[in-house]
């Protein structure tokens, strides 16, 4: 799946040189597990940074624990760690993955985790009645 016009390089790049705290973000993907989002940090008046940012949703609000979607949110975080994502805990009951990507990468790395969690998260089947 190829998302050449969902990541606007360009447009992240002058949307960061114009903001106050010199960032861009936009989100690619968002559901109940997870959200992906790339950005654009400027560091010094011509040096920037990209990064791909994947924000994983332990426990939704007045939710009762799902033992097994915990599992397979922790399988999706390993593969993250794996692929040398920084983690770190939220205080919403949530956990940021976060790695620093070349832009010509970023679209690569999207496909990566946006296909990695497409086929963890598989829509559950709904219990029959008999």
Same mark, same amino acid.
């Given at each position: 799946? %190829?998302? /050449?016009?969902?990541? %606007? ?6 949307? /960061? ?7 861009? *973000? ?6 109940? %597990? ?15 940074? *990209? *990064? ?9 609000? %007045? ?21 040398? *994502? ?42 029959t009645i008999e």
């Amino acid at each position: 799946m %190829n998302h /050449a016009n969902r990541i %606007n390089i360009q447009k992240l790049l002058e949307t /960061a040189k114009n903001s106050e705290h010199k960032e861009s *973000f936009i989100v690619l993907k968002k559901n109940q %597990n997870y959200r992906i989002g790339v950005g654009v940090r400027l560091e010094l008046p011509n040096h920037f940074s *990209f *990064f791909l940012e994947v924000l994983t949703y332990l426990c939704t609000e %007045n939710s009762q624990v799902n033992l097994p979607l915990l599992e397979t949110k922790l399988s999706f975080l390993n593969k993250l760690h794996e692929r040398e *994502f920084v983690l770190s805990c939220q205080n919403d009951s949530s956990i940021l993955g976060e790695i620093t990507s070349p832009a010509e990468t970023l679209e690569l790395e999207y496909e990566f985790i946006e296909s990695l969690g497409q086929t963890l998260f598989l829509p559950e089947t709904p219990p029959t009645i008999e």
